[in-house]
């Protein structure tokens, strides 16, 4: 049994352990209220516009749309979103996992490109061959440092660039997508080319009357869809990533209360071990001077 000065030693850094992983909940649930709005308040716009952007997608040529150009698939770009941080349980590497197991099915076979958004990703990858920041003017994986529609804009019109001018023959977003504070869901979604939505043999579910032309409604309204959908997908991180995080430090806190209270019964056993050794010792010294 270890002696009381190390129990003593290993209480208070136990003790100081469990302090800052209270703060970091507290830190992280305050942020998740915010990350959460925003990600509520997103989400019916960006699923409405991709809903409407699939119907029109189904009643068009693909030279009409050059985002809904669909071709044999060798050269795929692979979106990981991930913290910039850790210390949020499994939250990136369920994205590394999902990425990897990718690699080995369905993409196997093929040229994959990792564009990382998100410093962890970026750390992963950026000595491997897949790694690319190609067609970007500053560092996409900053992209968190300040989160907002105008940087998402720039990262996704790079990749539409890229796509457009066929260097790329698929764009995939794998991202969590924010289910509650406690549940986040791994997602691989293609972000071009522009799936379009078919049903019961029709070729859009929607008919539209297009105010002006149909051309120049598409020109503004294909980028800026996508943009929304980009924008989504790094709002649900940020959110996914505070719950995760508030959930670890939450799941830390509790184990370091429990750590502390078995090394507070092994100081008193040790304690009242040491005492009654002492007593012991008295008692035989009493004894040997009667003899």
């Known amino acids: 049994m270890a002696n009381l000065k ?51 997608s189904a009643s068009l040529d693909s030279s009409e749309m050059v985002y809904a150009r669909q071709r044999d698939v060798k050269n795929v770009l692979v979106v ?30 093929k040229s994959v490109k990792i564009l990382s958004l998100g410093k962890k990703a970026f750390d992963l990858y950026k000595k491997t061959s897949n790694h690319t920041t190609e067609g970007f003017s500053e560092t996409p994986y900053t992209v968190f440092d300040k989160l907002n529609f105008e940087n998402a804009s720039v990262i996704a019109d790079g990749i539409m660039k890229q ?13 969590n997508k924010f289910k509650n504070a406690a549940s986040q869901v791994i997602i691989s979604e293609q972000f071009l080319p522009v799936v379009p939505t078919v049903s019961e043999g029709k070729s859009s579910n929607v008919d539209y009357i297009y105010e002006p032309e149909k051309e120049k409604i598409l020109e503004v309204l294909i980028p800026q869809t996508l943009k929304a959908q980009l924008f989504k997908a790094l709002l649900d991180s940020n959110a996914s990533e505070h719950g995760a995080r508030m959930t670890a430090m939450h799941k830390a806190t509790d184990n370091a209360g429990e750590l502390v209270k078995e090394l507070k019964l092994n100081y008193n056993k040790a304690r009242q071990a040491a005492i009654t050794g002492e007593i012991l010792e008295i008692v035989a010294g009493a004894e040997a001077l009667k003899g």
């Not at 001018?165 to 991202?175: H, I, R």
């Open 80 to 109: 990981a979103i991930t913290s910039n941080r850790g210390l949020c349980g499994g939250f990136n590497n369920n994205v590394i996992k999902e990425i990897r197991n990718q690699m080995r099915g369905e993409l196997q076979g």
């Open 6 to 56: 190390e129990i003593r030693i290993r209480i208070t850094s136990v003790n100081s352990t469990m302090q800052i992983t209270s703060a970091m909940k507290m830190v992280s649930a305050a942020k998740l209220k915010r990350a959460q709005d925003a990600i509520t308040r997103m989400r019916p716009y960006a699923e409405k516009m991709k809903g409407i952007l699939s119907n029109l």
């Open 163 to 175: 796509f457009a001018s066929g260097k790329y023959d698929q764009v995939l977003l794998v991202y």
